[in-house]
């Protein structure tokens, strides 16, 4: 198997985990500093899954044109575009004067930034064909560890200067990656003014296996927006944590997602999508029901570390469904279906936030575990990639 920066593979590998890592890290300093938000704007927390809802259903509307656009134009432009985009909203972030202008920046972020899932995937399926598992789980990491690290960061910027700085200090990097971007990126990837029939694309995503794998990610990324959307609030309000101790509980989360996704993308190379698939969620389900009833922190650190493992569902799915779609269709067809789980993903903070006001916070934790259950039982019924083919 060749190795992952063999033939100048490396910086395109690089270059897109580092503007991953700041696109997703940023997507969870939302939620990380909505405590701090809230005391300046004073909304109620069904306000607070709606605005966390606008950045992942904006982000959502966007997956379906970036990948018909990837089968035009290829991949370095949209994700050049779209970490200057990124970089934009985070001025917009700084200057919001009111709640409607934050959700704007909210929205601003979301359209912005959905312009880089659909071309990460087609170019490092492109270019690793023989390790796109290992490479998944390299990049998905990086997302993890700028989702760990940003916003803990940031709860230390907004403490000592106000959550408006946390944003502004981000946006040269998101300039500067988009630059990087735009320079190292190659331009193969195109197909120029092709013809997508619909027929095509339709036959793409009714595979049977591809069906299964979307039912199944749709209902973990429900469960994961729900989670990420409103734990810190959660242990702020229900555990009785400082908003720094929470930062911290949260990042953990996404360290041991990290490590859980590298891991996960290596074991799926050697043993199967499928079976890592349904390991994962089946583990996934135990942290949910256990964290309404622990206290501590702990107690509370050893589930956060056991919540992050759902993470590793990532790059696995992404490479197993990606991979099956066809080469001439690949970028609409993946724009479509991240579309498509993405948009029922993004209510999942909507209804978590309905829950906490209504006294049902902890209620609403068991309903995300319920989830998760269920995608384990789909991919029972998930099949080798290779005999999906």
Known sequence: MPR??????????????AGWFVVLGMRFVVPAL???VRE?????GTVAGVVVSVVWLTYALMQFPAGAMVDRIGERPLIAGSLLLGGVS?????????????????????????????????????????NDGVAFGVVLAAGSLGAA?????????????????????????????????????PEDGASGAVDVSVGAVRDAVANRAVVLAVVAITALLFALQGLTAFLPTYLVEQKGVSERTAATVYALLFVSGGLSQWLAGSAADRFGHHRVLLVVSAVSVLPLVALPFVDGLLALSAVALALGVRLATGPVSNGYIVRLLAEEVQGTAWGLLRTTFFVVGSLGSVVVGAMADAQLFDAAFLLLAALTGFAAVVYVFLPRRSQAL
Do not use: Q
């Open 149 to 185: 690290g940003l916003p803990i960061v940031t709860t230390w910027v907004t403490e000592a200067w106000g959550w408006r700085s946390a944003f502004g200090l981000v946006a040269p990097l998101f300039l500067v990656l988009g630059v990087v971007s735009w320079l190292t990126l």
């Open 90 to 130: 985070m001025l917009v972030f700084y200057v919001a004067p009111s709640v409607g202008v934050f959700v704007l920046a909210c929205a601003l972020f979301g359209f912005g930034t959905g312009l880089f899932g659909s071309p990460r995937a087609t170019i490092l399926t492109r270019t690793f064909r023989e």
């Open 4 to 17: 992952l920066t063999d033939d100048g593979k490396g910086t395109i590998l690089g270059t897109v985990a």
């Open 40 to 44: 300046e704007f004073t909304f109620s």
């Open 34 to 36: 909505l405590p701090f």
